[in-house]
């Protein structure tokens, strides 16, 4: 066994995918799970179309290419507006585009009608939080040029909330998108198929709704891998949060002070801890630091807590247990730390 390691339980990311489809299609949403914390690994798309994915969503165009180098047909939907510089590859690996700028769609138009494709636009529409979208105002005047394009299709209208700065989807901004939809398809005679209510930070607004909405989707990551909304919301019940950890090995133990002592500046990082001289402390650390994961979004287990980190190491204590050397420890991960994590190269996955 080599570690660190992050342990990815397929079938617990196979019941949660399942769980939530189940859950808000009965609410008149679909789901398209989102792949990019998994790097678009295919045996993470694999369990998630087994669970019942019919698309499937990705920020980088590498990873949906991985995703369609592996055999994987559904639908893609690439989230991050693409690059000017890349639009032949969005073109040919991605099947929808989130897009907000028209001199970008422009160009998808134009690589679509080289290579004789049909590439489908979903305009992203800002709501408050002040990430990808364009103004509320803006957006009829935006779609009157996108339908014009040859070889583009309107797929929808989509919005993104809470990943900069929290704000939360609401009755109000959520009717706002609804209404929009309304309004376009009216203005211009057309029929939106997809009406893209954000994130997993959208789960609870959708699951509590109960009035009319043209809402229809979601793109989920963090409910599907995690089993987690936002911290601030109600957790969605029957998910399980133990789908994926990370396991690290100790590599030193022993009784330490846990005041430094000698001339203090700032560490490695420029930074300075306030300290208090809490006597003698059982202190571990492990093969694990901040070359391999954000070490902010490790859960220790119980008895345990993480006193600090280096590039490479990571400093424990333990109440109790005393830690042996080269014996395991096993964390939970919130989505900071699995995404990092997933992302080294230092750090091992395995698919189980
Ligand atoms: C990452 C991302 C998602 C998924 O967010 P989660 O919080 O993990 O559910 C959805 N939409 C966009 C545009 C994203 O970038």
């Known amino acids: ?59 980088r ?42 001199a970008v769609m422009r160009k998808l138009s134009e690589a679509a009608l080289r290579c004789h494709r049909i590439h489908q636009v979903i305009i992203m529409v800002e709501l408050g939080d002040l990430r990808e979208g364009v103004m509320p105002g803006n957006l009829v005047h935006l779609v009157k040029d996108v339908i014009k394009l040859p070889n583009i299709k309107l797929k ?9 700065y929290g704000v939360e989807p609401d009755d109000i901004n959520m009717q706002l998108l609804s209404d929009l939809a309304e309004q376009i398809e009216i203005t211009f005679s057309l029929k939106l198929d997809i009406i893209s209510g954000g994130n997993s930070g959208s ?95 490790l859960h220790p287990p119980s008895g345990m807590t993480i006193a600090s980190s280096c590039s490479d190491h990571l400093m424990v204590e333990t109440a109790d247990q005393i830690l042996a050397v080269g014996e395991t420890v096993t964390f939970g991960l919130a989505y900071s730390a699995f995404l990092s994590a997933m992302t080294s190269e230092f750090v091992d996955k395995i698919y189980q």
């Not at 570690?3 to 008149?28: M, S, W």
């Not at 045996?43 to 698309?55: S, V």
């Not at 507006?81 to 639009?87: F, N, T």
Request: glycine share 8%; aromatic share 4%.
């Open 61 to 102: 165009v590498n990873n949906i290419k991985r995703m369609r180098d592996a055999g994987i047909t559904v639908p893609t939907l690439l989230i991050r507006s693409p690059m000017l510089s890349q639009i032949e590859s969005v073109v040919a690996y991605c099947d929808i585009s989130l897009n907000t700028e028209i």
């Open 203 to 297: 789960i609870n607004w959708a699951l509590a709704y109960q009035g009319q909405t043209r809402i229809n989707h979601l793109r989920l990551g963090e409910a599907v891998f995690l089993g987690l909304v936002p911290k601030n919301q109600p957790q969605i019940s029957g998910l399980s949060s133990t789908a994926i950890t990370l396991t690290a090995e100790v590599i030193e133990s022993s009784q330490k002070p846990s005041y430094p002592w000698g001339n203090r500046g700032v560490n490695a990082f420029g930074e300075t801890a306030s300290l208090q001289n809490r006597g003698q402390v059982n202190q571990a650390i492990l093969a694990l630091g901040r070359q391999d994961v954000c070490v902010d979004g």
């Open 156 to 164: 929808g209208i989509g919005a993104n909330l809470t990943c900069r």
């Open 1 to 59: 066994m080599s570690y660190p390691r992050v342990e990815l339980d397929c079938a617990k990311i196979h019941f949660n995918t399942q769980l939530l489809i189940d859950k808000l299609t009965l609410k008149g949403i679909s789901v398209t799970p989102v792949t990019k914390s998994c790097l678009g690994h295919p045996i993470i798309a694999n369990t998630l179309i087994n669970a019942g994915a019919t698309m499937l969503a990705d920020s």
